[in-house]
Structures are given as structure tokens and as C-alpha cells.
């Protein structure tokens, strides 16, 4: 696990003021959400994931405005515009010499559509996710790695992330073997993080069993998840953990964990050893693929 370190603080802050943003609540309001979020931050136990913490702002950003889910907006165009490409991914991989690798660069390129790192993400940079899919190479394992391993899987358990991000994981995880794959979403709004509406309308029930995990905090945090999204984490043979949150909160809990995500974050990047910008595939290591 990744934990908070004093950096996080600002950050954390400046997502609490996005939520009031998106949510266009007054400014009494937003006054009153800034100064509950200071004081919880002034006696924080940082001896935990920033994702954990981010969890606990958004249990206290609804008692204190009453708006479930202030990035619903965004989140349902940032999914249409990834929609709106799919014949485009298709092509791509259709055309690749390697499909595999190609729809796993399409899901890490796709992780840029996150509210946590950034502020906004808008539709040309959405776009762009095909371009950089195409240009940029995987840091980490080789993608063959994976491939052989989800092959040998009976059990895959898929971590999303983002909403939007959600139409290039399902291209993806159409190129893992049928039928194995669950996708865990959110157990209710965190972030721009997909709940279950949001993975549905990616069409991700079309190619996977879709799952809650119980919890509103934006990331995998086990403590805080369902006993029955729990029994599942356990009796997975592989986990595919997408995104930089879930990298946070799961990275050193277990060898079946594979990330796939976008380094957007400087603390990420010397925590995990890649580059800003680097497309991440991290998991144990071979000697060799065979």
C-alpha cells in the first residue's frame, strides 16, 4: 500500500473544491464543505492511502451538501465520447500485428480520464488515448506475461476505475479469455470512478459479470469493501487493478494484483519507480515467457 504523504493534503483539498464545483452548490455552502475539510485534514492519520482519505471527504462532501453524485454529468459524456470511438479501437486492434498488446495500450492510454490527478479531461484528449495507444510503449512486464497468465486463469477479477475509461477496458478485456472475467465497480459515486450505472451504459455487461465492491472510496480499499466482494478478491487466480488509485491501495497486498495505469502523479512515479506519462503494466516479474 502506498500511503499519504504531506503532498496529498493539498491535492485532497483541491478535489473536495472540484466536487463543490461540479456540484454548483452556493458559495455558503462551499464555504462550509472547505472548513470541514480543512479541519479533517488538520487531524488526519496519514498512515493510510490517499484514496482512503479521499473516501472519508466524500462521506463528508454528501452529509454536508446532500449531492450523491456531483461528477454524474461528466462522468455520462466522458463515457459517450469513449463510446463514440469504438469502431476506431476496433480497427486498431482488428489491423495490429499483436491485438492483445494493443487493446491492454488502448486500457492504460484510457486511464487518463481521471478527476483525481487533474482537474478536467476534455473530449481531444479523450481522443488522443488512440494516438498515444499507438506511439507510446508499456513500462513494466511485457504483455505476454499477463496474456499466459490470464490464459492460465480460471478466475479473473477486473478493478475498474474511471467511467469513460470503462469503453477501453471493455475492448480490452474482450481479448481475454471468455467467460472468466468478473468487473468490480464502485459500491456507490467516488470521484468519477465508475459505480454500477456507469459501467452499463460503458456496455461492460456485455463482455464481463459486473460486480460492487461495496465502498465509495475512490481506489480498492479492502478494509472498507463487501464481505462478498472480499470472497472474490481471495479466490481470484488473477487481478487486473486498474488505475493509479487502485495502485495506492493495493500495491504489496499480493502477487495475483497486476496494474495497469498512467502515471499522472509525482509520488506514483517514485513510489512505482516509471516516469510521469509512462503506460504502466506492473506485476511479478519472469525470467522468461514461454
Not at 125 to 132: F, Q, S, Y
Not at 253 to 274: E, N, P, Q, W
Amino acid at each position: 500500500m502506498m500511503l499519504a504523504q504531506l503532498e496529498c493534503l493539498p491535492c485532497l483539498v483541491r478535489q473536495a473544491v472540484e466536487m463543490a464545483r461540479m456540484s454548483e452548490i452556493g458559495p455558503e455552502v462551499q464555504l462550509q464543505l472547505l472548513r470541514e475539510v480543512m479541519a479533517l485534514m488538520s487531524r488526519t492519520d496519514l498512515y493510510r492511502s490517499p484514496p482512503e482519505i479521499m473516501g472519508e471527504i466524500g462521506m463528508l462532501f454528501h452529509r454536508v451538501t446532500g449531492v450523491r453524485d456531483p461528477y454524474a454529468r461528466v462522468k455520462r459524456d466522458h463515457t459517450e465520447t469513449a463510446l463514440g470511438m469504438i469502431e476506431e479501437m476496433d480497427s486498431m486492434i482488428r489491423s495490429s500485428d499483436d491485438p492483445f498488446v494493443t487493446g491492454l495500450k488502448l486500457a492504460a492510454a484510457g486511464n487518463i480520464i481521471d478527476l483525481g490527478a487533474r482537474s478536467r479531461v476534455d473530449q481531444g484528449e479523450i481522443a488522443a488515448v488512440l494516438r498515444e495507444a499507438a506511439e507510446l510503449p508499456i513500462s513494466g512486464i511485457h504483455p505476454h506475461i499477463l496474456k499466459i497468465r490470464a490464459e492460465n486463469a480460471r478466475r479473473i477479477l477486473y478493478l475498474a476505475d474511471n467511467a469513460g475509461e470503462t469503453v477501453f477496458d471493455r475492448k480490452f478485456i474482450e481479448l481475454l479469455p471468455p467467460g472468466r472475467t468478473t468487473v468490480a465497480v464502485r459500491g456507490g459515486p467516488a470521484l468519477n470512478d465508475a459505480t454500477m450505472e456507469d459501467a452499463v451504459h460503458a456496455g461492460l455487461d456485455l463482455v464481463a459479470e459486473l460486480v460492487e465492491n461495496g465502498s465509495n472510496a475512490p481506489a480498492t480499499v479492502l478494509d472498507d469493501c463487501s464481505a462478498e466482494f472480499i470472497r472474490l478478491f481471495e479466490e481470484a487466480d488473477l487481478i487486473i487493478a486498474k488505475g493509479q488509485g487502485n495502485y495506492e491501495s493495493l500495491s504489496g497486498r499480493t502477487s495475483r494484483v497486476h496494474f495497469l495505469f498512467r502515471v499522472k502523479c509525482g509520488l506514483v512515479a517514485d513510489h512505482s519507480g516509471y516516469s510521469m506519462g509512462s503506460l504502466v503494466l506492473d506485476g511479478p516479474p519472469e525470467e522468461a515467457i514461454r
